[in-house]
């Protein structure tokens, strides 16, 4: 499917992949290997990521970021992220 977008003639993903399919160039089993992965979560991290889900439903309701927690536990308070980012460009 072809579209239009800020003046310019933009393609579907869907249609670049059918098109790659039908010429044979887009390999089998990279096609299953992406389509699986990016669907399915397994054992924990499905655990996981539901947890996260809820908690960061939980904080939209009572009007926190959703990122707060991941922020919090990644980078520490007051700061962390930006003390990180100060070491890591300098």
């Known amino acids: 499917m ?6 310019r003639l933009c393609l579907d993903s869907n249609s670049v992949v059918m098109s790659l399919q039908e010429e044979g160039l887009l390999p089998s089993r990279l096609r299953s290997d992406s389509a699986e992965s990016s669907h399915k979560r397994q054992g924990l991290e499905r655990l996981g ?3 996260m889900r809820r908690v960061q439903k939980m904080l939209m309701k009572v009007g926190v970021h959703p990122n707060t927690p991941r922020m919090l536990f990644r980078y520490g308070g007051g700061g962390g992220y930006i003390r990180w980012l100060q070491k890591r460009t300098g």
């Open 2 to 7: 072809v579209g239009v977008r800020d003046g």
């Open 49 to 51: 990521y539901k947890l």
